[in-house]
């Protein structure tokens, strides 16, 4: 009986370090998957920052007065002259200046 119960408290010791040792790798692997999971919260953060400038970047340059800039100053483009249109009948024709109606229609 005595034997028998020595070996039952060898068995608990055992069971209690392999439960610890488990308790530990697991508390281990949460802190790794915890330092991960910052770091990714960090990463999507400056994306997030990246992902704002270029938004604002697109805002920008989609702006009507900054393409109609850069079309006259980089690219010498102007406004046509009436003389300058061809229209296929007398309905199609704007009352008034082309590049008036077209500046119209491009801020409204």
């Known amino acids: 009986m005595l034997l028998r119960a020595q070996r039952n408290i060898i068995y608990s010791i055992l069971l209690i370090g392999v439960i610890c040792v488990f308790i530990v790798v697991l508390t281990a692997y949460a802190t790794e998957l915890r330092v991960e999971n ?3 919260i960090e ?3 400056v994306l997030q920052g990246e992902v704002d ?3 604002v970047e697109i805002k920008q340059a989609n702006n009507i007065e900054r393409i109609e800039s850069v079309a006259i100053q980089q690219l010498g483009m102007v406004y046509p ?3 300058q249109c061809v229209y296929l009948s007398q309905e199609e024709s704007p009352a008034g200046s082309l590049a008036m109606v077209i500046r119209e229609n491009a801020y409204n």
């Open 43 to 45: 990463e999507i953060e």
């Open 81 to 83: 002259d009436s003389d």
């Open 53 to 55: 400038t270029l938004n």
């Open 38 to 40: 910052n770091r990714l």
